[in-house]
């Protein structure tokens, strides 16, 4: 009867799931961080872009850049601008505890060709 017990294999695939759950939850975490991170890229090159239009036209481009960012992603952004090229820097969310956003932030570049 002993035997036997030890060699029946019930359950076998529910415990290797449950063990990798673990795993799948982190490469679950890995990517949304991978996707929040290309969010804030594409949205502050969009922001830069019009930001660098409203310099053409004369406007406010501090003005333009933040309003053209997600509420999400306004909190912390800067536009500088120089010569005509705006830079908007954005925090990166972050989802994992114990990082703070402010000490990852990605910045791109635009410029209206003369």
């Given at each position: 009867?002993i035997?036997?017990?030890?060699?029946?294999?019930s359950g076998?695939?529910?415990m290797?799931?449950s063990?990798?759950?673990v795993y799948?939850?982190l490469?679950?975490?890995?990517?949304?961080q991978?996707?929040l991170?290309?969010?804030?890229?594409?949205?502050?090159s969009?922001?830069?872009?019009?930001a660098?239009?409203i310099?053409?036209r004369?406007?406010?481009?501090?003005?333009?850049?933040?309003d053209?960012?997600?509420?999400?992603?306004?909190?912390?952004?800067?536009?500088?601008?120089?010569?005509?090229?705006?830079t908007?820097?954005?925090?990166?969310p972050?989802i994992?505890?114990?990082f703070?956003?402010?000490?990852f932030?990605?910045?791109?570049?635009?410029?209206?060709?003369?």
């Amino acid at each position: 009867m002993i035997g036997r017990l030890h060699r029946d294999e019930s359950g076998q695939a529910s415990m290797e799931l449950s063990g990798m759950l673990v795993y799948l939850a982190l490469a679950a975490l890995g990517v949304w961080q991978v996707m929040l991170v290309t969010w804030s890229m594409v949205e502050a090159s969009n922001a830069a872009r019009t930001a660098s239009r409203i310099v053409a036209r004369g406007g406010d481009p501090e003005r333009a850049g933040t309003d053209a960012l997600t509420e999400l992603l306004r909190d912390g952004s800067q536009v500088d601008v120089r010569n005509d090229r705006v830079t908007v820097h954005v925090r990166v969310p972050i989802i994992f505890p114990g990082f703070t956003s402010g000490q990852f932030t990605v910045a791109k570049q635009a410029e209206l060709p003369s």
